[in-house]
């Protein structure tokens, strides 16, 4: 067990550039999701795959962004035409269905700059 | 799910235990308590999770009041790695696929400070 893997740790953009960060998940768990963080608040939950289908997207969730998770394994977050705003930390983490009361795995997260 | 109040920072001598409330007076008779902390730079990580019984694993310990409104972690020897954001979450732990209880709602919670 690895633990949720995420790359980059970090990436500076500059406003309206796109972005992608990766995430691979504990190779057993099938559920993944995404959260966001922002300075000084508690994650934000963004959207969650079970297995390669995305079950639910937050409103946070604008259409400049897009999640992937083509073959139920790693994920892809995707953010268009980066704005100011879009600066956070994005943390993704996994879990198994009816895997008990544990919760989840997190990973250490991609930080974006939007400069 | 039901919404946490906890104090936004706390101050521990290392050695010491530190203990942190949380208050969820409108939680559901289903919900559970369940604690995570996140060191700066990093994800947030499991620390612990109860119903009604007070719980204890190699990381800490969590007592929960009769009425269930409100609960304490504490970890027994604070050290300096313990420096953290720690969040208390209530939600229904059942990760059933036709419901929304696959969601962590996480508040600010309680930086804690372990000094030397």
């Known amino acids: 067990d690895t633990g949720v893997s995420q790359n980059p740790r970090h990436k500076i953009t500059k406003r309206g550039q796109n972005v992608t960060f990766r995430c691979d998940p504990i190779?057993?768990?099938?559920?993944l999701y995404w959260y966001r963080q922002t300075l000084g608040q508690g994650p934000e939950f963004l959207t969650y795959?079970?297995?390669?289908?995305?079950?639910?997207k937050s409103r946070l969730l604008s259409d400049r962004f897009s999640a992937e998770r083509p073959k139920g394994s790693f994920s892809t977050l995707e953010i268009q035409r980066t704005e100011q705003g879009d600066s956070a930390m994005y943390l993704c983490?996994?879990?198994?269905?009816?895997?008990?009361?544990?919760?989840?795995?997190f990973g250490s997260g991609t930080r974006l700059t939007v400069v | 799910d039901a919404k946490t109040t906890q104090p936004t920072s706390m101050d521990c001598a290392e050695g010491r235990a530190a203990n942190l409330p949380c208050n969820h007076s409108?939680?559901?008779?289903?919900?559970?308590v369940y604690w995570y902390r996140q060191i700066h730079s990093q994800g947030p990580q499991y620390i612990i999770h109860g119903l009604k019984n007070n719980e204890t694993n190699e990381m800490a310990s969590l007592i929960i009041t009769e009425d269930r409104k409100s609960s304490t972690l504490i970890l027994p020897h604070a050290t300096l790695r313990d420096t953290a954001v720690y969040y208390c979450i209530v939600r229904v732990a059942r990760l059933n696929s036709g419901g929304s209880n696959y969601k962590l709602t996480f508040g600010k919670g309680t930086l804690l400070t372990v000094n030397p």
């Open positions: 983490a996994s879990s198994r269905i009816r895997q008990g009361t544990n919760g989840y795995t």
């Open positions: 795959f079970q297995n390669e289908a995305q079950l639910e």
């Open positions: 409108t939680i559901s008779g289903n919900e559970y």
């Open positions: 190779s057993e768990h099938n559920r």
